[in-house]
């Protein structure tokens, strides 16, 4: 009876560890939801930030599971199902936004947008725009390889949709860019270069393309923190804190660039190499 009663309550132990990746999940799931309401708001910076949390929740999830070796197939779908919300519609909404707010502020210091003649038009939605929603097609095209493509069980292929969402919702926290705040000050600089609907719609192209593409790229993903087994991971994240705290929000897409060139680094020469 004692042996019985010990091994039920292992057997409860057991299945409330189960469930603790599945509750970081889900609070990606619900940072991704959150953001979606700030986007809808105009408030793009905040749905940034909250990007960042679901980051930061996604990483746990996996080391969670790998640490109380509690993996399943359910976690491992619930994770495909709250990345594609967050990680994959969010950024696509938030292009989406950045391209409108975009064209309005071009158009309000008077530079010709090809498809919109009159400030009158402002109100109506830039055709354009919606190039932005390949993000999320792309998206879930490569969860749906990530979760069959057993070539993806210690490496990438293929930029993440973790990765392509920071690239992305770093965009407002560096220009500051709120669908209700439009300055003239825009028009100026770096931020006039790349504040134009053509060239964020070849930027929502370029990075929904990368995350098909057959590009091998490391795994983030730590099996223990041996420096022999983890170089190329250490380097990639003590360089990525150098850049965020140098140029701080601007960074951002820079770490993503970083990751993509030691990625190709590593598949060039320390594989070689090893």
């Not at 967050?86 to 391209?99: D, E, Y």
């Not at 994240?237 to 951002?252: E, P, T």
Request: aromatic share 10%; glycine share 6%.
């Amino acid at each position: 009876m004692k042996q019985r009663n010990l091994q039920k309550k292992l057997n409860d132990k057991l299945n409330i560890k189960k469930h603790i990746p599945n509750a970081i999940t889900s609070g990606n799931l619900l940072c991704g939801c959150l953001a979606i309401v700030k986007v809808f708001e105009g408030n793009l910076v905040w749905a940034a930030y909250l990007v960042g949390i679901a980051l930061v929740l996604d990483f746990f999830d996996g080391f969670t599971a790998r640490l109380l070796k509690v993996s399943s197939p359910i976690g491992k779908d619930l994770d495909s199902l709250a990345d594609m919300v967050t990680f994959g519609v969010l950024p696509g909404l938030v292009m989406f936004k950045i391209i409108e707010t975009a064209r309005i502020i071009n158009m309000s210091v008077g530079v010709d947008v090809p498809g919109m003649t009159s400030i009158a038009n402002e109100s109506a939605t830039y055709l354009p725009s919606y190039i932005a929603f390949v993000i999320p097609i792309f998206s879930a095209i490569r969860l749906a390889k990530f979760n069959n493509d057993t070539r993806q069980t210690d490496s990438f292929i293929g930029l993440p949709t973790p990765a392509n969402a920071m690239f992305i919702c770093s965009l407002p926290l560096i220009f500051n860019i709120n669908q209700t705040f439009l300055s003239h000050e825009y028009a100026l600089g770096i931020s006039g270069l790349i504040l134009k609907p053509y060239v964020l719609c070849l930027v929502a192209v370029v990075m929904s393309l990368l995350l098909v593409a057959e590009i091998p790229l490391i795994a983030l993903k730590f099996k223990n923190f041996t420096w022999a087994d983890n170089k190329i991971r250490f380097v990639f994240m003590g360089l990525s804190v150098i850049l965020i705290g140098v140029f701080q929000f601007v960074g951002i897409p820079m770490v993503i660039i970083l990751y993509m060139v030691l990625s190709i680094v590593n598949n060039l020469f320390l594989k070689k190499s090893a």
